[in-house]
C-alpha cells in the first residue's frame, strides 16, 4: 500500500498476492493473470492500456492500484550494449541496475537493499552503511524498467532479460520476503518466465536465511567467500564472525542438494592483491571446497577511492585461476564491460541522499559484478 496514494502497487504483487487482491475488490481471480501480463509482458502502467479490461473494471483499478516503478534518475547505454540505470527508491536514496548482453543472453543485475549493513571491507555498499530495503515493488521495477527498454509499451516485449543476478547493492537475504517475492515474479510464466536456473541470489553468507530460502523458492545461489580461512574471512566479511565458515558451506551445501536435481554452488572470490591471493589461498580453497559441487568465479577488486586494498596483477590472478583449475575446477574471471558509461565493477554510482549511519551527502562508488560470465549466465 502506498502510503501517499493510499493504492496498491500491483508491480510488486506475485500472482497469489494478486488474486488476493482482485478478490478483495469483489472481483474474479482470473484477472489477476491479465493484470499481470499487461504489467510485466508489456510494460504498461496505464489501466486503459489494458483493452481486455472492461472500462467500469478499469476506473475501479484506478481507484484502488496503481502500476509504480521506482524513479529512473539516468539511463545509459555503452557502446559494447551494457546498459545502466540509477534508480530512486521510496526512502529518496538511489540504487543501480545494469544489464549485460552477451552472446545468446541478456544478464540483469538487481539491486536489494539501498546501502548495507553487513560492512564487507573492501565494499563500498558495506561504507555507506544501512539505508533502506527496497519494496517488493523496488526489486521487479528494476527488472520492469529494464525490459521496457527493450519494447515499445503497450506491444509486447521480446524477452531480452534471459538471467538476472541479485548482485546489485545490498544483502538480498536481508531483505527476505520482499526478495522472494520478486524472485516468483522473474519466475512466473505471467511475470517474466525466467528459469530456476537463471535467476541467482548472492549473500555474503547469512546462515539461517539461506536454510530459509531453501523453503520457500528453488533459485540458484551464488555465495561471497573471499577468504578460505575464518581468520582473514572475519576480518573482510564481517558476518563470518557469526556464522562461521563450517556453518556456512554446510549451510549452502544442504541449500543446493535440496534442489533435488543436479545443481551447483557458484563461489565468488573477490581478488585482493596481497591479502587474499596468495597460493596458499588456493591450496586452502581446494581443500575448502573438495566436497562442495561448486563453479568458481574470480572477480579481481575493482578499486574505489580510500579503499585501501588493490587489485592484483594479471599475472596473479591467472596463477591463481590456473592452481584451482588443474584441482579440477570450473574457475572463470569476471570481465569488466561497460566501461564509457561507468557501468564497469567499482564504477557505478548510486546517490544516496538520506542516510542513517552518515549526516553528510555521499557519493558511493558501488561495485557491481559486471561480468564476463556472471553465476547464473552459464547455467542453461
Ligand atoms: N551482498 C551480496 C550481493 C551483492 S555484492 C553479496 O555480498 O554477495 C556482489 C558481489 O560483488 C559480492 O561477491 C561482493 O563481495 C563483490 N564486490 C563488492 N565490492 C567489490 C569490489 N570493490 N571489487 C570486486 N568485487 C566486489
Ligand atoms: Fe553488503 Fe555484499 Fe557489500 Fe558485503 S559485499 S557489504 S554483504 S553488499
Not at 76 to 82: K, R
Not at 93 to 114: D, F, K, N
Request: charged share 20%.
Amino acid at each position: 500500500m502506498n502510503a501517499s496514494t493510499g493504492k496498491v502497487n500491483l508491480l510488486g504483487l506475485t500472482q497469489p498476492q494478486m488474486e488476493s487482491f482482485f478478490e478483495q475488490i469483489g472481483e474474479k481471480r482470473f484477472r489477476a493473470g491479465q493484470v499481470m501480463k499487461w504489467v510485466h509482458h508489456f510494460g504498461v502502467d496505464d489501466f486503459d492500456a489494458m483493452s481486455n479490461i472492461g472500462k467500469a473494471l478499469r476506473e475501479k483499478l484506478k481507484a484502488n492500484a496503481e502500476i509504480r516503478g521506482p524513479e529512473v534518475v539516468s539511463e545509459d547505454i555503452s557502446a559494447d550494449g551494457t546498459r545502466k540505470w540509477v534508480v530512486r527508491v521510496a526512502s529518496g536514496s538511489c540504487v543501480e541496475t545494469v544489464y549485460i548482453p552477451q552472446a545468446g543472453r541478456g544478464t540483469l543485475c538487481v539491486s536489494s537493499q539501498a546501502g548495507c549493513a553487513l560492512d564487507c571491507s573492501f565494499c563500498s555498499t558495506g561504507k555507506q552503511g544501512f539505508n533502506s530495503n527496497l519494496t517488493a515493488a523496488e526489486v521487479i521495477g528494476q527488472v520492469w524498467i529494464a525490459n521496457r527498454s527493450f519494447g515499445t509499451v503497450p506491444a509486447k516485449i521480446d524477452r531480452a532479460i534471459t538471467n538476472v543476478v541479485m548482485m546489485g547493492m545490498g544483502e538480498p537475504l536481508l531483505n527476505f520476503d520482499n526478495v522472494v517475492s520478486a524472485m516468483h515474479i522473474m519466475m512466473d510464466d505471467l511475470g517474466y518466465g525466467i528459469s530456476k536456473r537463471k535467476v541467482t541470489l548472492s549473500t555474503s553468507g547469512v546462515v539461517p536465511m539461506i536454510e530459509e530460502l531453501g523453503k520457500v523458492i528453488d533459485v540458484s545461489l551464488a555465495l561471497s567467500l573471499h577468504a578460505p580461512n575464518d581468520e582473514l574471512r572475519n576480518e573482510l566479511v564481517p558476518i563470518n564472525r557469526k556464522y562461521p565458515l563450517a556453518m556456512l558451506l554446510e549451510a549452502c551445501q544442504r541449500y543446493i542438494s535440496g534442489l533435488g536435481e543436479k545443481r551447483v554452488l557458484t563461489i565468488e572470490y573477490t581478488l585482493l592483491k596481497g591479502v587474499n591471493d596468495h597460493p596458499e589461498h588456493a591450496e586452502q580453497m581446494i581443500e575448502l571446497l573438495a566436497s562442495i559441487p561448486c563453479k568458481i568465479n574470480l572477480i579481481p577488486f575493482n578499486p574505489f577511492p580510500h579503499s585501501g586494498y588493490e587489485r592484483p596483477s594479471n599475472n596473479a590472478i591467472r596463477r591463481f585461476q590456473d592452481m584451482l583449475h588443474k584441482a579440477g575446477h570450473n574457475v572463470t574471471v569476471r570481465t569488466t564491460r561497460g566501461d564509457d558509461i561507468d557501468a564497469a565493477c567499482g564504477q557505478l554510482v548510486g546517490q544516496v541522499a538520506d542516510r542513517t549511519r552518515r549526516s553528510e551527502r555521499y557519493i558511493a562508488v558501488r561495485q557491481l559484478p559486471v561480468d564476463g560470465a556472471p553465476a547464473a549466465a552459464s547455467q542453461s
